[in-house]
């Protein structure tokens, strides 16, 4: 049985070009278009759930285009958006959004086509190339330009595209698979110069799997939910019952920490010691436990420790300590590590055998000592890296850090930079070995790269690699080169390529693996033997008599290796089938943790009832949040307000980590009672220095998510990714927001505005107005206020008629630069009306343009200057920044907030939310946000910002050529609260929209 539905899609602009001349074997006539119409019909199976799509494209026309290679054409045909691969043919085409069944395959196929080919010349304009442009005035263009044709396509004797229809699975948003499909109505033949017009397309969209209906708990779905699903999906009604959840993907553990656990945090690598006093200031019960019971657990898993100066009972006393191995950290986002203190049973991933209390240290003794060979050498180590430049884009690859230390430049032809790296090494071997040496460098700029690696004077290395890449070369040489004590390591660049006049690198990191004498330094030697053996070690230059030695090649079953000092040298011997790593030093030299704290966790592994909004809180910022979650509540929303560290503990056992947060907002999604959470709200701004590398580092008290998203930018904040957690796909499955608060004051701040905002009377003087902003086309991006225009003069046709995007009774005022208000450099005059417009009121700011951290446009219509004139605590607009980096919250040096966060975390006045960017991203991308914001708002009955602001991102995934801007739905964060309710929104849904109507002005 067929249900069909007719979906019309009504195009602006009418070809006067007769039908006829589509088939004659010339280039047709370029006409001016006036307007056209086209139509869809799609028809849905109800056994079968295929869906059949008949697409009708009346008439085109051509248009003069440039590209790199010189001359070439457009092909103008209304209503449809252009293919995007750089350098391949741009080329109409139309996309649109299915859901599917939770599991099978997805496929596309071609039922009928009728076609008229084209002969001649059709020289097909590429795809352009969006880049970021030199900067101007403190903001970075981020354009479009020409570029070349592909090679590898306009060779190639064969139609482009050569599938002209396809699909793909986008993932899964909540419990709703989603697919979308791209229709091509012309493909080209560069070499025979042929275009395939394609007039009808009938196409069919088939699932392998039956669409039988879903039902149980995990398909529950809220209505708002249903909304957004509602206004994308062609095949809605027949979707809604194939709800369901990916197979793979969903699979995350918590740990649970132990009742009565310490967290102790260490951040250096050694032999730890906790004392008496310690202890007894952590508020551990040193008189109340059994040390038997004692026991230390690191990432799940019970470690090995040892208690010396046990009392004769066998309690602690004053003369007791805890000593045991800890590490450095080593995750990105965690500054310390934490090992944990408990009375517990040892829980998962332990091998305890028979023992009954906590695993303690094996003291060892080598019984066959006598029959031991000397050992006077041995193998270390030495790390050196400087983190000093944080390079976002270099590499432009996931799995980085993207920290570097010093930079090498080389200016001039023929001429080379250098830096010298400083060693200070232990005592070294005169043996006949080698040394080894690694050294990570990055390239800052396009061509090759020249290396060359002198120790102490000797070249030891020289390398080449190519272009903006991270590379690590590794060489060997003969160990008499290095000396004891300072050595110096200097990495050159040769500027030797031809034409080449600059060349760039910054150093990550050099590790050098050498053999050295065994003699301690301070009282204190670690140190890997050459190999398997029975061996017997005799380290000098000691001048204490308490040394003990460990052996920690295993972290968690650490041995204490027994021996004596006499005269200053320190022996033991060890007989062992593999080479082992030791640590051998003074017990004065023991290390003391940075705290001992007890935890408290909440467990987080299940509630009774099901929770609509998590907020997640850094712990000094919990208290301040509450008011907000209290008030939530009263108005309907189940709330739970989530201690950041009780996230930490469970998810990555106490160390600081995104990962965790995605991870735990995962769980509760996949875990805890349906419906699902759909709200998130992140309290605490972040940075991308948690470690705290540059001392103008702000402390980070939530962590941005980091990503490789931005085209250009490259690693920059990612939110999206918290609320990406249902499949592996980036789509998003919750409405986020972050408060970025770095004090309690700040959050009181927000939550008060939030709630002055929601609870004030409707005021029609200006809750029905809207500000346009928009900026000149200085620096070129996109025709700035031709897409302001077609936000607030668009509208959109329905079965019912045309209606306005923004509905009319929205009073719209436009402050465009150099066309209604003053283009000057800065320009003060058309700030000032800004600042007049926000005082007067208006419920949305919208700002199409260029932009920089700190302000709108080069000319600084906008700034953080201005914020401090306004005084509209009780008029807060909600900011539509559709530019560059406004949103960049997560910059490190303390007073460079950027705006946006900066508008919303303003007190009393200011804004009570902002759609913010933290990348780059290009205008016509940013319209496709903003006209999917406008649509939920006033045509799909959403209410909440976090609803209207997904349903901007989703509509953007939904009709844009694929991949194009998919970094803008990791890009924009919001700054305020998810479920804010919108002032004037709330109105009935219009569910039967076709089409945008944009004047034709407004797609030049």
């Known amino acids: 049985m067929l249900s069909p539905l007719l979906f019309v899609l009504a195009l602006c602009m009418l070809l006067i070009m007769p039908p006829s001349a589509l088939g004659q074997s010339r280039s047709p006539q370029l006409e001016e278009p006036s307007g056209a119409s086209a139509h869809m019909a799609l028809n849905i199976d109800d056994d079968s759930g295929e869906i059949t799509i008949e697409m009708v494209t009346s008439e085109f026309t051509f248009a003069d285009g440039m590209s790199t290679a010189g001359p070439c054409k457009e092909i103008v045909a209304p209503g449809y958006e252009q293919s995007s691969v750089p350098g391949e043919p741009q080329l109409p085409i139309y996309v649109g959004l299915v859901g599917a069944p939770p599991s099978g395959n997805i496929s596309i196929e071609i039922r009928s086509m009728e076609s008229v080919t084209l002969t001649g010349n059709m020289n097909i304009c590429p795809a352009p190339l969006a880049a970021a442009q030199p900067d101007a005035g403190g903001v970075t263009p981020f354009v479009e330009e020409p570029t070349a044709p592909a090679p590898d396509v306009y060779a190639l004797d064969a139609f482009y595209p050569q599938q002209s229809a396809v699909i793909s699975e986008l993932g899964f948003m909540r419990s709703q698979r989603l697919a979308r499909f791209t229709l091509y109505p012309f493909q080209v033949d560069h070499v025979t110069g042929q275009l395939i017009y394609h007039r009808f397309m009938r196409v069919a969209i088939r699932f392998s799997e039956g669409v039988t209906q879903t039902s149980g708990e995990s398909a529950v779905e809220d209505e708002a939910f249903e909304r957004v699903m509602r206004g994308l999906l062609l095949n809605y009604n027949a979707a809604r019952n194939w709800r369901g959840f990916p197979l793979t993907g969903q699979e995350v553990t918590a740990w649970t920490p132990p009742a009565d656990a310490y967290r102790v945090w260490v951040s250096q690598t050694g032999i730890y010691r906790l004392t008496y006093d310690e202890l007894v200031a952590a508020g551990f019960p040193v008189d109340l436990v059994d040390p038997t019971q004692l026991r230390m657990m690191y990432n799940g898993q019970e470690i090995a420790i040892r208690i010396v100066g046990q009392q004769p009972d066998g309690g602690l006393g004053p003369d007791s300590a805890i000593l045991f191995y800890g590490e450095a950290p080593k995750e990105r986002f965690a500054p310390a590590n934490v090992y944990w203190l408990s009375l517990q049973p040892s829980q998962e991933g332990l091998d305890r055998s028979a023992e009954s209390g906590g695993r303690r240290m094996e003291e060892y003794s080598n019984n066959r000592a006598a029959q031991a060979s000397s050992e006077t050498m041995a193998v ?150 050459r190999g398997p053996g029975n061996w017997k070690y005799s380290i000098a230059t000691f001048d204490k008599n308490e040394v003990e030695a460990y052996d920690v090649t295993d972290p968690t079953k650490v041995r204490l290796v027994l021996g004596a000092v006499e005269n200053g040298r320190f022996d033991f011997s060890d007989y062992q089938a593999a080479a082992r790593h030791y640590i051998v030093s003074a017990t004065a030299n023991q290390l003391a943790p940075l705290a001992i704290e007890q935890a408290n966790s909440t467990d987080l592994r299940a509630t009774s009832t099901h929770v609509d909004y998590i907020m997640i809180a850094h712990p000094d910022l919990v208290d301040a949040i509450r008011p907000l979650a209290d008030y939530r509540t009263r108005h309907g929303l189940n709330v739970m307000v989530v201690n950041l560290q009780d996230i930490y503990d469970q998810f990555n056992y106490g160390r600081a980590s995104a990962q965790a947060i995605q991870d735990f907002l995962k769980y509760a999604y996949t875990n805890w009672p349906a419906p699902a959470v759909r709200f998130a709200l992140l309290v605490g701004d972040g940075n991308y220095d948690p470690l705290g590398y540059l001392t103008t580092s702000e402390p980070s008290l939530l962590p941005p998510y980091l990503a490789m998203v931005d085209p250009d930018l490259g690693e920059t904040a990612a939110d999206n990714r918290y609320a990406a957690i249902v499949g592996d796909d980036l789509i998003p499955d919750l409405s986020i927001g972050r408060f970025p608060a770095k004090t309690p004051a700040d959050v009181t701040a927000m939550v008060e505005k939030t709630m002055r905002y929601e609870q004030a009377p409707i005021d029609p003087n200006w809750n029905q107005g809207i500000l346009f902003v928009a900026d000149d086309l200085e620096g070129g991006g996109g025709a700035f206020q031709n897409f302001s225009n077609a936000i607030a003069d668009g509208y959109i046709e329905t079965n019912s008629g045309r209606l306005a995007l923004v509905p009319e009774e929205y009073a719209r005022t436009k402050l465009y630069l150099g066309a209604g208000c003053e283009d000057g450099a800065p320009a003060v005059q058309c700030r000032q009306e800004i600042v007049d417009a926000v005082n007067e009121g208006r419920l949305f700011v919208s700002y199409v343009g260029h932009g920089a951290k700190q302000y709108w446009a080069e000319e600084q219509i906008f700034n953080q200057d201005a914020l401090f004139q306004l005084h509209n605590a009780n008029r807060l607009p909600i900011m539509l920044a559709m530019t560059c980096l406004e949103g960049f919250f997560h910059e490190s040096e303390a007073n460079s907030d950027a705006f946006g966060e900066m508008i919303v975390r303003l007190p009393q006045n200011g804004a009570v939310a902002s759609w913010s960017p933290t990348g780059f991203g290009l205008a016509s991308g940013h319209d496709y946000l903003e006209t999917g914001f406008f649509l939920g708002l006033f045509h799909q009955g959403l209410t909440t910002m976090g609803e209207a602001t997904t349903f901007g991102k989703m509509h953007m995934m939904a009709h844009a050529p694929a991949n194009k801007y998919d970094d803008l739905l990791d890009t924009f964060v919001l700054f305020g609260d998810p479920a804010l309710t919108v002032r004037s929104a709330g109105r009935e849904p219009v569910v039967d929209i076709q089409h945008q109507f944009l004047p034709i002005l407004m797609r030049d």
């Open 380 to 529: 270390t180590q030495l790390h050196l890296e400087e983190n000093s430049n944080y390079v976002s884009s270099l590499p432009m690859e996931p799995g980085f850090d993207h920290w570097y230390g010093r930079r090498i430049t080389a200016v001039g032809a023929g001429l080379t930079g250098q830096q010298d790296i400083v060693m200070d090494l232990d005592p070294v071997s005169s043996g006949n070995v080698v040394a080894r040496l690694q050294v990570a460098l990055a390239g800052n700029v396009r061509g090759p790269h020249h290396l060359r690696i002198l120790l102490n004077r000797t070249q030891i290395f020289e390398g080449y690699w190519e272009d903006r890449t991270y590379q690590t070369f590794e060489t060997t040489f003969d160990h008499t080169l290095l000396q004891a004590g300072e050595n110096t390591l200097r990495l050159q660049l040769v500027n030797d390529a031809p034409g080449q006049t600059v060349d760039m690198a910054y150093i990550d990191w050099a590790k050098l693996t050498y053999t050295r004498s065994l003699q301690a330094q301070d009282n204190h030697v670690d140190f890997t033997n």
